[in-house]
């Protein structure tokens, strides 16, 4: 089974607890949280797994998988149901674009550990590190909201790896209640969460969600295969 490293706060995590719930991939879930003592990002053990000390790893035949997107693409090229990417070359570019702009555009200036050192070193409050948050949501949701369909997903009929990174960043957003009224094409097929939705199953889509993990060290997404298309809820 697939061992999935997981902060259920972390947007990269949720991108990959997303592809692999649409895939019908199992997978065990090792928390590890970013903020308590310290984080435990930062305990030997899990700097053994991931040297760069982040969220997600994903371990799969013994081999141990970082960065989101890496992972996701090995998840697409593994398993191919449902795509996440279509065959269309340009398309694909296109789609590659939109994850890549949340991924290492928007994401990197709002990651956990510059929101720290913003507060710790730099010594700003916390109403000038909502201010900065906001700022690059707004500013690269502005530029997406441009580049995608309006409905029902991103590009089109069916969820794409677009859809997978955007929906944890509007959930991001909404969480840091940065206002999101000026982009209907980003919030109303995510909203709340439409593409998480076709994960296949209700229990698979309550796993992809970030819910605080539970007392135990590990959690296990028992989910088989089989799909049926669930509303919008």
């Known amino acids: 089974m697939l061992k999935l490293y997981s902060y259920f706060r972390s947007s990269?995590?949720?991108?990959?607890?997303?592809?692999?719930?649409?895939?019908?991939?199992?997978?065990?879930?090792?928390?590890?949280?970013?903020t308590k003592a310290g984080g435990e990002q930062r305990r030997p053990e899990y700097r053994g797994v991931n040297p760069q000390m982040r969220v997600p790893a994903l371990v799969s035949g013994g081999e141990v998988l970082t960065q989101s997107l890496a992972i996701i693409e090995y998840l697409e090229e593994t398993q191919r149901e449902p795509p996440l990417l279509p065959g269309d070359p340009v398309r694909r570019a296109k789609i590659r674009a939109i994850a890549q702009a949340i991924a290492c555009d928007i994401h990197p200036l709002n990651n956990l550990v510059v929101l720290q050192y913003l507060k710790r070193t730099l010594k700003h409050d916390q109403a000038s590190i909502d201010s900065w948050y906001a700022h690059w949501i707004v500013s690269g949701f502005e530029a997406i909201e441009a580049m995608i369909a309006p409905e029902p997903y991103a590009f089109g009929a069916e969820v794409s790896l677009a859809d997978v990174c955007l929906v944890p960043q509007v959930a991001n957003a909404r969480r840091y209640k940065v206002p999101l009224e000026n982009f209907p094409r980003i919030v109303f097929p995510r909203s709340p969460m439409r593409a998480a939705t076709r994960c296949r199953s209700r229990t698979s889509r309550a796993s992809s969600r970030p819910t605080p993990p539970a007392k135990s060290l590990r959690r296990s997404n028992r989910r088989g295969p089989k799909t049926s298309r669930t509303r919008n809820s």
Do not use: S
């Not at 997303?18 to 879930?29: C, D, P, V």
């Open 12 to 34: 990269a995590a949720y991108r990959v607890r997303i592809a692999l719930n649409l895939k019908g991939l199992r997978y065990e879930i090792v928390p590890i949280h970013l």
